[in-house]
């Protein structure tokens, strides 16, 4: 398992590198990617996948060439990573070639996790305030509800949490006691 994840890595350097030469439309990719991630999570594709790989893989070329444009490259891509078997592993291909995407882009994800839906003032708040901190950087927020909180909202930037949840707050009480 381990080496194939630091294969998927090795993919994705790959494909990042063919985006950028062959000036690809990342978000093509991005579709393809979350098709072949649907494809890995219903079993009954796997089954046919397993059976007969080669009709699976003709198939699943076929739809592309239905979508998308500039699909030479991306079918070169997308066969590579089957014929190598390479297929379970499209999650972490797509997940490193993401960042590899948004780091070359100067992107910053910031997960906003709270019990119940946010109000838009208070949204529009948290998000000017922490747009302020990372200015360099083009922010996208991301909303996710944690049924987890009682209260309040947690934020999450790359690996640093700020904690703005109401357990937090009580813990922070008790500590001066």
Known sequence: MFNKINLSYSYSLAIFKLIKDYKLEFDNLISIFNLLNLVVNDYSLIKYYKFNKKNFIESILHIINMYIIDNYIINKIVSVIFEDDMFFFIKYIFLFLENMYEKDNNILKIYIYSSNKISDKNLNIIKKNFSEKYIKFKVIFILKINKKL?????VLVND??????????????????
Request: aromatic content about 22%.
């Open 150 to 154: 009682i209260a309040g909202f947690k």
């Open 160 to 177: 640093l949490v700020y904690d703005f949840s109401l357990l937090n707050k009580i813990k922070k009480i008790n500590f001066i006691f």
